[in-house]
C-alpha cells in the first residue's frame, strides 16, 4: 500500500473511467489535465472511435484540452477492459437507470463488475460513482472482489464516491464541487482521497461507502421534494388567483430558512426523478414506505398533464380543440442551454399532445432530433413569421437565446411553463401558476 500512496503522489499512475458519458468523459479529461495517463472504457466502439479522434461529444468538456490530451496520448479510449490491467485506479460512471415498475436497475454495474473481476489485480483502487442504493458497494462490489482472492484493504481497495455533475452549469463543475469520498476500510479511503486529490478542490471523508451513496440520495431527494412542492403551490395558486411567482419571489426575500425552487412542466435530468426511487425501494425491503419520496414523484409525475390541460383550456378559448391543432414546443432539454433530454418533461408533454390528436413539432437550438418510438423527429427552423402556423405555443424550456417577445408578438397563443414571458405584453398568454393574464 505504501508503494502504492507514493507512486500517487508522484503521479506515477494510470486512472481507468469507465463509461465515457456526462459524468465519465470530464472525469477522464481532468485526469488527463492534471497530469496523469488516462484511459476511458466504454462498450460503445463509436464513442470510442470518435474520442481517439479528438472529436468531443460532450457540451461541459473543452473541445480544445480533450484534442491535446489524446494528441499527446495521455488520454486513450478503449472497448477493451483487458485495459484494467494498466490501471492502477478505476473509476466506474455507468449509468443506473430505473425498470419499468421503478426500481433499481443496476444491470451496468454488474456488468462492469464481471469484466473487471476478470483482470483484477493487487493494489487495484476501484471507486463506483454510479448512483445506487445504499449497500450496492459493500454487499454487490466487495464480495465479487474478493471471491476473486483478494482481500479488500489490504490487496484491492474499494470506494463510493458520488458524481455530483450539474450539465451545463457556468459555475460549478467536476473540479471545483466538494467531493464525498466513503471507502470499505481506511486504507480503501486513504488512497482514494489520495487519487481525486490531483483534480479536486475540496474533499470530504466520509465514515462509510453507505454515508457517501446516502449523501447523494438525500441531495436529489431533497431537490425532488421540494419542486414537487413548488409545482404543487402553482396548481393551488392558479385555484386561489394568485401569481405563484409573485409568490415565490416574495419569500424568496427572506434571509433565512427558505430556499427558493420553481414549478415547471414537470422533473427531468438524469438524477432528480430518478434517485430517489433508489432510496424509496431500499426501504421498501425494510418494510418502510417513503412517503414524501412518493408523494412528490406523484406531484411531479402529473405536470406534463397539468399542462396538456392549460394548452387544452387555452385553444378552447380560441373555438379550437387539441386534436387537429397545430403545436409547437419550444425547448426539449430538461433545463435551460444544455443538450441533455434524458428524462426530460417536455417529452411527456408532447407524447401526451400527439396521443390527443395534435400535430406537434419542436424546437431547440442544442437539440437537433429525438426518437419518438421508432421514428426520429426533427427540430424545425424557427422563423418569427411562421410561428402564426401554430394554434399554441408551448415554452418547456427556456433557453436564453429564445428572443420572448418576438415569440409573443407572432404567436396567437402562448402556454409559458417557465415564467419566461414574466413582464412581456401583446400575447395571448397562459402562465403555469398564474391567472392574471
Known sequence: MNNLLK????????????????????????????????????????????????????????????????DAGTFTATSDFSSVKQIDAICIAVPTPLSKTKDPDITYILDVNKELIKYVHKDLIIVLESTTYPGTTRELLQPALEASGLKVGTDVFLLFSPERVDPGNPVFHTTNTPKVIGGVTENCLKLGMAVYAHIMDELVPVSSPEAAELTKLLENTFRSINIGLANEMAIMCAKLGVNVWEVIDAAATKPFGFMKFTPGPGLGGHCIPIDPHYLSWKMRTLDYKARFIELASE??????????????????????????????????AYKPDIDDVRES?????????EAKGAKVSFHDPYVSEIKFDSRMEQTIDLDHKTLDQYDCVVIT?????????????????????????????????????????
Do not use: C, W
Open 397 to 437: 424550456t427556456n433557453h436564453s437565446e429564445y428572443d420572448i417577445k418576438a415569440i409573443v408578438d407572432n404567436s396567437k397563443l402562448i402556454v409559458d411553463t417557465r415564467n419566461a414571458t414574466v413582464g412581456i405584453g401583446n400575447g395571448e398568454v397562459i402562465r403555469l401558476g398564474d391567472t392574471s393574464y
Open 345 to 353: 418533461p417536455a417529452l411527456d408533454v408532447y407524447a401526451l399532445l
Open 7 to 70: 507512486r500517487i503522489e508522484k503521479k506515477d499512475i494510470t486512472v481507468g473511467i469507465v463509461g465515457l458519458g456526462y459524468v465519465g468523459l470530464p472525469l477522464a479529461v481532468e485526469f488527463g489535465n492534471a497530469g496523469i495517463r488516462t484511459i476511458g472504457i466504454d462498450v460503445n466502439q463509436a464513442r470510442v472511435d470518435q474520442l481517439n479522434a479528438g472529436d468531443n461529444y460532450i457540451q461541459d468538456v473543452n473541445d480544445a484540452e480533450l484534442k491535446t490530451l489524446v
Open 299 to 332: 406531484i411531479n409525475a402529473s405536470m406534463p398533464e397539468y399542462v396538456v390541460d392549460l394548452v387544452s383550456d387555452g385553444l378552447n378559448g380560441m373555438s379550437k380543440s387539441i386534436n387537429g391543432s397545430n403545436i409547437l414546443l419550444l425547448g426539449m
